[in-house]
C-alpha cells in the first residue's frame, strides 16, 4: 500500500547507506563471477539489492540461466577441493522449516548475458541476524520442493556477510 511517508517505502532505503554488505567471489571452477550484495533493515523487512557479473551463459534461444540463492549459517567462504564453500554450511534455518520456508530462501537470480540483478523485501530475518552469515550463488536453479535444498546444484559462489 502506497504511503506518503518515503521512510515506508523500500526504494527510500536504497538511496541509504546498507547495513550490512557482501562481496561475492565466484569458487576456482567458476573464477569470473564477482558480485555485490546490500542489506537494509526497513520497518517492512530486509530490504536485498544483489548485481553478480561473470555468471555462466546458457546456450540457445531458450537456456537463460537460473540460480539459486540462498543465505547459509556458516561464518566463511572456505572449503575444500570438493566443496570450496563446505564452511558455508547449510541454509539458514533458525526456526527448522522445511525448505522452501528457510529464513535463508530467497528468490532466483535470472542470469542475463553474464550478468544478474535482484532486489527482494523478505520479512524472515533482520539484517542483524544474517551479519557474520554467508550468502550463497549455486549453480542451478532452486526447485523449492526438494528437501532439503531445492536440488539447487553446487555452490559457486559465496559472500560473508558485514555489518
Not at 572456505?78 to 566443496?83: L, T
Not at 539458514?92 to 522452501?100: G, Q
Amino acid at each position: 500500500m502506497y504511503t506518503n511517508n518515503r521512510t515506508t517505502l523500500p526504494s527510500y532505503y536504497l538511496s541509504q547507506r546498507p547495513q550490512a554488505s557482501a562481496a561475492i567471489m565466484g569458487s576456482p571452477a567458476y573464477p569470473t563471477i564477482k558480485g555485490e550484495a546490500h542489506f537494509h533493515q526497513t520497518p517492512m523487512g530486509a530490504l536485498l539489492v544483489i548485481e553478480v557479473l561473470g555468471l555462466p551463459s546458457g546456450r540457445g534461444s531458450c537456456a537463460s540461466p537460473v540460480f539459486a540463492l540462498h543465505i547459509h549459517d556458516g561464518p566463511s567462504c572456505s572449503g575444500n577441493a570438493q566443496d570450496p564453500f563446505a564452511n558455508a554450511r547449510t541454509h539458514y534455518n533458525p526456526d527448522n522449516c522445511p525448505h522452501p520456508y528457510h529464513a535463508g530462501d530467497l528468490p532466483p537470480l535470472f542470469g542475463a548475458g553474464g550478468r544478474a540483478f535482484l532486489a527482494v523485501l523478505t520479512d524472515r530475518f533482520t539484517v542483524r541476524e544474517i551479519i557474520g552469515r554467508t550468502l550463497i550463488l549455486h549453480s542451478a536453479r532452486d526447485d523449492f520442493t526438494t528437501q532439503p535444498a531445492g536440488d539447487a546444484g553446487q555452490k559457486i559462489a559465496c559472500g560473508v556477510i558485514v555489518g
